[in-house]
């Protein structure tokens, strides 16, 4: 009995549209391959007188020429960040657009990722410069809080400047404020004055005003506009905190010191402590 061919014998196995195909190797290879995927293998890898070949028509053993020859031409999108586009970029033979150095993709990366930052921050600092109110601006609202000096509010807006504010405009915008009347050392000077006599004597009053910039004529004005005198107050204080007159010394000097302390006269703590200060009747109500 006649063996069987063996059907691989002599055969080439190539790739076509319709699937794997058998050709005879002593056959002619056309000049272009049918098969779309080995479209782009150089017809000098494929030669008649191998018996068995790869799927691509490469014989088995041999590597082919180039990588890059059996890679489908494509475009795919590559999306930048500064521009966000779309960028086509052949990824097949020819210059590979990509980084094989990991240590440079990362350095790259955080250097995009730094000057984000960076432009963020420029982004926010402008938008917070462009929305913040002028220096006249902020002079005006802390006035429309409490009063200040001219001293006092000029040393406020110089502790709040930041780096892109002009010192300049404190002096010129405290100026404005002052021609305008919303300022006024005078006001403020009898104004603070008149608060603070409900606990402290005159010398501890001038020393404030005169600490906050306020002129010695200004000061002796407002002085003028307290009503009760110093032994009244003196005395008011004192029975805030004590009951009763001081029965030895010591209890006597506690008393005094608490009383200097405050800013009151040696004068008026003495006829406070011996009894010898009028006070004033209280205004009846009308509700009594």
Known sequence: MAKKKDPGQGVLLLWGEDGLEEVPADEELPDEVPSEDAALIPKETVTASASLRSPLGVPFGEKPQTFESFLKVEEAPVFHEEDVGITR??????????????????????????KRKAKREAMATADRVRH????????????????????????????????????????QAVTRL??????????????????????????????????????????????????????????????????????????????????????????????????????PDEPTSYWS
């Open 89 to 114: 970029v052949r990824v097949g033979a020819g210059d590979w657009d990509c980084c094989n150095d990991p240590e440079e993709y990362i350095r790259e990366s955080e250097e995009r990722k730094a």
């Open 178 to 279: 002052e021609d305008l009347g919303y300022l006024s050392d005078s006001r403020f000077a009898e104004n603070r004055a008149r608060i603070r006599a409900s606990s402290l004597g005159n010398a501890r009053i001038r020393r404030e005003l005169r600490q906050s910039g306020v002129s010695d004529d200004k000061v002796q004005a407002a002085m003028e506009t307290i009503e009760e005198s110093e032994d009244v107050r003196a005395y008011r204080v004192w029975a805030r905190r004590y009951k009763e007159l001081p029965t030895d010394r010591k209890e006597r000097d506690r008393q005094i010191r608490y009383l200097l302390y405050r800013g009151f006269s040696m004068d008026s703590i003495n006829r406070v402590l011996r009894g010898r200060v009028e006070i």
């Open 132 to 171: 913040r109110p002028s220096i006249f601006a902020r002079a005006a609202d802390a006035l429309s809080r409490r009063d200040y000096s001219k001293k006092e509010l000029t040393q406020k807006l110089k502790r709040g400047l930041k780096e892109d504010d002009n010192p300049e405009e404190v002096e």
